[in-house]
């Protein structure tokens, strides 16, 4: 498989610096830190043109794909990702609409995985253009599973799961004390229907097909598109940062870190020499590499755990191990997610035994 043409940013729109390709633990960056700015598109390959939008959370922005689906009767534009659904991405869209890709309707609206920031805007795209949505079957399950959950205080399950990873007796009162179900409140209205993605699939978009190629563990059915020597890998594989890998209240006693270590394996099957569309961070070149990164990254953890659970311990405990800086209250739940799924890998292969005592806390301890 051939690397696509890359189409140079623009003059004037970034300093030479930035348009220097760079280097980074063995990954290739041909843009260099270009990102577009507000409004702005910049055609990576032909006809795939990278958007990117702000967002309210640590990880302060996301890209998007906007694919050229041919002119005539059933061309159009299709979307790739959409936003968190928040009044400033919608204002984000019109702008787009109304600017570069005003010459053509949107002809199709698909979602890598669940997560808002990638479908948060799908539902107000899909009505405005009368299109369906399309993502895989699991992830749209569980995303309106998500927006209906909705209560005035955690269901029982959530607080016995925070108490077994072992917080304190103050935080799961203020966790108590909260209302549940905020999914719904970054999620424009979801479609009651959708067109189903499935792995193997070949989509035909304008002049290119794209492959539907699944990975799990950060989601548990992740759609990546791969065509032409391009990747969209959503949250499947980041250059800069590792993606959330996460047990939830939801499947409390998964092992989605065994899902993560067996789609890595899978992605090798994709051509080494793709240019990388990530939903994060600059596309780049050197996937294998930064899957091999990603798996070394992972068992070194596991090892480190292993090691420590010498002595008895909590999953909160255990962030001492895992984290390099202290956990505050705005990411303990995400960092509690990881470490249980940290912990039951090691669990499910007999590495660790699970000891429970009489208040539910779950403590474990190396074999």
């Not at 610096?17 to 577009?36: I, K, Q």
């Not at 995985?113 to 569980?142: Q, S």
């Not at 759609?223 to 980041?238: R, T, Y």
């Not at 890998?345 to 590495?351: P, Q, V």
């Amino acid at each position: 498989m051939e690397p696509p043409p890359l189409l140079p940013i623009p003059a004037g729109q970034a300093s030479t610096e930035a348009r220097t390709p760079d280097s980074m633990r063995g990954l290739d960056y041909p843009f260099g830190r270009w990102v577009p700015g507000p409004g702005e598109t910049h055609e990576v390959a032909p006809g795939v043109h990278w958007v990117r939008m702000g967002l309210p959370f640590g990880l302060d922005h996301i890209n998007l794909w906007v694919l050229d689906a041919g002119d005539g009767p059933n061309g159009g534009w299709a979307i790739v990702d959409t936003g968190v659904g928040l009044p400033n991405s919608k204002a984000n869209w019109e702008a787009l609409l109304a600017g570069p890709f005003k010459a053509k309707p949107v002809t199709r609206v698909i979602v890598t995985h669940y997560h808002p920031d990638h479908l948060g805007m799908a539902g107000w795209l899909c009505r405005k253009f009368n299109v369906p949505l399309e993502i895989t079957r699991t992830e749209y399950l569980l995303a309106r599973t998500l927006t209906l959950d909705v209560r005035d205080a955690p269901p029982d399950e959530a607080v016995a799961f925070s108490i077994r990873a072992g917080w304190s007796e103050e935080q799961v009162a203020a966790m108590k004390a909260k209302a549940w179900g905020n999914f719904g409140k970054i999620i424009s209205k979801m479609p009651s229907g959708f067109k189903r993605l499935k792995d193997g699939d070949v989509l035909t978009i304008g002049a290119r097909q794209w492959q539907v190629v699944v990975g799990r563990g950060h989601a548990p059915e992740h759609a990546c598109l791969v065509s032409d020597g391009l990747m969209i890998s959503g949250d499947q594989v980041l250059p800069r940062i590792t993606s959330n890998v996460s047990v939830y209240p939801t499947e409390p006693y998964a092992d989605p870190l065994a899902d993560w270590l067996e789609s890595i394996e899978r992605l090798r099957a994709i051509p080494a020499d793709v240019l990388v569309l990530p939903a994060h961070n600059e596309p780049f070149f050197g996937l294998h590499t930064r899957l091999d990164q990603l798996a070394a990254d992972h068992h070194g953890k596991l090892e480190k755990l292993e090691a420590f659970c010498e002595t008895p311990r909590t999953a909160v405990d255990c962030f001492a191990a895992l984290f390099r800086r202290p956990i505050g209250d705005a990411d303990y739940g995400l960092a509690t997610g990881e470490t249980v799924a940290h912990l039951h890998w090691l669990e499910e292969r007999g590495r660790v035994n699970r000891v429970t005592d009489t208040g539910g806390v779950d403590r474990f301890v190396k074999v």
